[in-house]
């Protein structure tokens, strides 16, 4: 793969917790403008790695590089500044406040304004055109005057997605993005990721595997903090290893079953 076409890439990247290796050399190579989904069994490293690449836990060891960059020693807020934006962390959207007024804090925030609450109406206004079109393209738009607490669980990881997209990230981590979901609500926000997806990188943890073998366009498998797989869905679920690693859980969840 030619380094241009990387947005983000670990080399040796490896973190230890008094003397348990959570994530052991990984080299994860993200290409631009592709839906990477990292996947593996329970305690394979999967959210350790998240919490690496934002900054949550400092490395033990290796590099990250974003956009060719070496973010390895960056701060939290210098990453997001860079247009590496997490989603899914259910703090992220403050619940008594309306779904736009949540979506306006994120416009707010890219702006550097999120504490000029003396800012004009007419700002306030451009704010709000730009909150609904938001909401109007994750399909949230009739709940704009809704208080976040009602919204239903899915609604309310739709108006995450949008908050996520008032920071407007080149790289979107999302974090589960269909945990505790029904099925019905896995297959509206399945196809939202697809729909958002369009012009950015998107690097998922997903355990819903018909969700990562209808929009992932690469796979990468950890197991123990190490990759054992990686290629496209059809490669990663016929290979043995990774065959095996999940038998702890089942074949049909390897391979898209409910």
Same mark, same amino acid.
């Given at each position: ?18 003397? /348990? ?13 592709? $839906?990477?989904? &990292?996947?593996?069994p329970n305690g394979a490293g999967k959210t350790t790695c998240f919490n690496l690449l934002t900054k949550f836990l ?23 500044r860079r247009g590496v934006i997490r989603s899914f962390q259910i703090s992220a959207v403050f619940p008594h406040l ?30 709000? %055109?730009?909150?609904?079109? &938001? &909401?109007?393209? =994750?399909?949230?738009?009739? /709940?704009?005057?809704? =208080? ?11 108006? #995450?997605?949008?908050?996520?997209? %008032? ?6 981590? &999302? ?30 943890? #997903? ?19 190490? $990759? ?16 095996? %690693? ?13």
């Open positions: 793969m030619h380094r241009d076409e990387l947005i983000l890439e670990t080399r040796k990247l490896a973190k230890s917790f008094r003397g /348990f290796t959570a994530v052991n050399d990984v080299d994860l190579r993200v290409r631009r403008g592709s $839906i990477h989904a &990292l996947i593996g400092v490395p033990t060891a290796g590099t990250i590089l974003f956009n060719g960059i070496d973010i390895t020693h960056e701060r939290p807020a210098q990453i997001a309306t779904v736009l007024e949540n979506v306006r804090i994120g416009l707010q925030r890219q702006m550097g304004s999120a504490f000029r609450f003396w800012r004009s109406e007419r700002s306030l206004d451009a704010l709000n %055109a730009r909150a609904l079109e &938001l &909401l109007d393209q =994750v399909g949230v738009a009739d /709940f704009a005057d809704t =208080v976040t607490v009602n919204l239903s669980y899915g609604r309310k990881r739709a108006l #995450e997605i949008a908050t996520t997209l %008032a920071m407007e990230p080149e790289l979107m981590l &999302l974090d589960e993005p269909t945990q505790g979901m029904g099925h019905e609500d896995v297959d509206r926000v399945t196809q939202l990721i697809k729909k958002v997806s369009a012009g950015r990188t998107i690097l998922m943890v #997903e355990h819903n595997m018909s969700v990562v073998s209808s929009i992932a366009d690469r796979i990468t498998v950890l197991q123990r903090g190490a $990759i054992l797989s990686e290629g496209p869905y059809a490669e990663v679920s016929t290979d043995p290893r990774v065959m095996e %690693a999940y038998m702890g859980t089942t074949d049909a969840e390897l391979h898209g079953a409910h």
